[in-house]
């Protein structure tokens, strides 16, 4: 599965679920996915690719630097590992192929410089519409040594605009970068817990959930996150709360939340 997250798409399509399937319908589907309490609903758009080859395995699809998808086919007779032994002769180790999909009437996405790439750049590229241009820029930057990462990411938060319509994702952005460092930032996480973005609010407790042990008063911000207005920060507290190792913190944390 893959989010469509590329300006090389048209504009109406961004956000979208594309996903493989190799049984019964061989090919790629598409879905329109919005907001609906907790969780999202779903509404299929269009089969974006079909084969009528009976080996067609569509099994992993990314987009690239340059904002085009590519589309790995599996190519095999053979799925699965129930009804067939591993060792079966007819599976195949040798075939296979790569598709690209693009959208012709729109120019290909500059590719952001990664590897090498000054801290200063990297971090400028969380800024990027495109998630995979951010995810490969968090791995880069989660390679490189933390005492240099981690006072440039403190510096590149302060100059941001907090008038920007996406502040507070870049600053969600940094948080994650200093995590993938194994260096959460305290002061940002607790920024995004507060934040005015329900949806920021939601990651802030997922990041708390797994650094708890880092943080003293992990308790408390778990039982307010549980009083939130928005369902779906309660439900990330829920989560969190059954990592806990105190059983009574739990039970009333759920509480909470459920209460609500």
Request: proline share 5%; charged share 25%.
């Amino acid at each position: 599965l893959e989010i469509v997250s590329s300006r090389h798409f048209p504009d109406e399509v961004q956000g979208d679920i594309v996903l493989c399937n190799a049984i019964g319908f061989l090919g790629i589907k598409q879905h329109s996915i919005t907001d609906d309490g907790t969780g999202w609903k779903t509404a299929f758009r269009q089969d974006l690719l079909v084969s009528k080859d009976g080996n067609f395995r569509p099994v992993d699809l990314e987009f690239a630097p340059d904002g085009s998808l590519y589309v790995i086919d599996w190519h095999n007779v053979l799925i699965g590992h129930m009804q067939h032994n591993a060792r079966d002769p007819l599976r195949d180790h040798v075939h296979g192929r790569v598709y690209r999909i693009t959208y012709p009437s729109r120019p290909l996405v500059k590719p952001a410089p990664v590897e090498s790439a000054p801290i200063t750049t990297l971090l400028e590229n969380l800024k990027l519409p495109e998630l995979r241009s951010r995810y490969r820029t968090r791995r880069e930057l989660r390679g490189r040594d933390a005492a240099e990462v981690l006072p440039a990411v403190t510096k590149w938060v302060a100059t941001l605009d907090k008038s920007d319509a996406r502040y507070e994702h870049h600053v969600l952005e940094a948080l994650w970068t200093t995590w993938g460092l194994n260096q959460p930032d305290e002061a940002l996480l607790r920024q995004m817990l507060a934040a005015k973005d329900y949806r920021a609010r939601a990651a802030a407790v997922r990041v708390l959930r797994y650094n708890t042990h880092r943080i003293a008063d992990h308790v408390a911000l778990l039982e307010k996150a549980a009083n939130d207005e928005h369902g779906r920060v309660r439900l990330e507290a829920i989560v969190a709360a059954s990592w806990l190792p105190n059983i009574e913190a739990a039970k009333k944390i759920v509480a909470l939340a459920s209460a609500k």
